[in-house]
């Protein structure tokens, strides 16, 4: 069977995940028939979760539209959706209030997020399924560096979190989800995602060390591990760190 060419572009956001010669521009390449817009976007490294709009031929279109020979598709991430009435939106509706459940590789972001108040479930001994399933069933956003988790049918939310060093993946989920305005840190328990209660010193002082029991009075309990927090030596270094992301994830 005679293959289908299709001129393809992919735009800022998008093109990273290419491979270098296809980036920054418009490419031809070739499909058989039946192929549609969202196989030829996986296919070329870009999970569907990643992609907001897809126009063929100045008409937006949805997942399951078939290619046809000489088709020009352009492919469109949240942030570079262009203007129009009439465009099919791919992407799910942000969530009111955002949660996320991340891969076993990701556990430095899940601390960083949990800090600035975020509701986050990891796991390190999680599965690819398991991942699937909670993203679906409890709405959260799939966080993971793996895209062929994102490329399951099944998830509706996900984003392929690209840097590698935790400061500049915290500020780039930030800067993707719009959450700047929404961080609320030192909220959450660090170790298990459970939100903390204030505690009084008496409930808690038979737990705490010598130097503590005598410096500090405030305290917050996490009701599910049973972890005590308060604003030890390291306070000064967290809060210098959530100012750190919060202006970096402000920054455009």
């Given at each position: 069977m005679v293959p289908l060419r299709v001129d393809v572009r992919f735009f800022d956001g998008l093109d990273d995940l290419l491979t270098p010669r296809r980036r920054g521009r418009p490419f031809a390449t070739e499909v058989a028939a039946g192929t549609t817009v969202k196989d030829l976007a996986e296919s070329l490294?870009?999970?569907?979760?990643?992609?907001?709009?897809?126009?063929?031929?100045?008409?937006?279109?949805?997942?399951?539209?078939q290619?046809?020979?000489g088709d020009r598709m352009s492919v469109y991430p949240?942030?570079?959706?262009?203007?129009?009435?009439?465009?099919?939106?791919?992407?799910?509706?942000?969530?009111?209030?955002?949660r996320f459940v991340l891969d076993v590789h990701l556990g430095r972001l899940t601390r960083s997020l949990r800090?600035?108040?975020?509701?986050?479930?990891w796991r390190n001994?999680?599965?690819?399924?398991?991942?699937?399933?909670?993203?679906?069933?409890?709405?959260?956003?799939?966080?993971?560096r793996d895209r062929g988790v994102l490329k399951r049918a099944k998830v509706a939310r996900g984003y392929l979190v690209r840097a590698t060093d935790r400061r500049r993946q915290t500020i780039e989920v930030l800067r993707r989800f719009d959450l700047v305005g929404a961080i609320a840190p030192f909220g959450r328990c660090l170790e298990c995602n459970g939100v903390?209660?204030?505690?009084?010193?008496?409930?808690?002082?038979?737990?705490?060390?010598?130097?503590?029991?005598?410096?500090?009075?405030?305290?917050?309990?996490?009701p599910q591990c049973d972890r005590i927090y308060w604003k030890g030596s390291h306070f000064d270094r967290l809060v210098a760190l959530v100012e750190d992301v919060r202006h970096g994830g402000a920054e455009t």
């Open positions: 490294g870009i999970p569907h979760t990643e992609i907001a709009v897809i126009v063929v031929n100045d008409e937006s279109v949805d997942f399951a539209r290619l046809q020979d949240p942030g570079e959706v262009p203007p129009g009435p009439a465009l099919v939106r791919l992407d799910p509706p942000a969530l009111r209030e955002p800090l600035l108040g975020f509701d986050c479930v001994d999680i599965t690819d399924e398991e991942l699937v399933e909670i993203s679906v069933a409890e709405q959260r956003t799939l966080l993971t903390l209660e204030p505690a009084a010193k008496e409930e808690v002082e038979d737990r705490l060390p010598l130097r503590t029991r005598r410096d500090f009075d405030d305290f917050h309990r996490c």
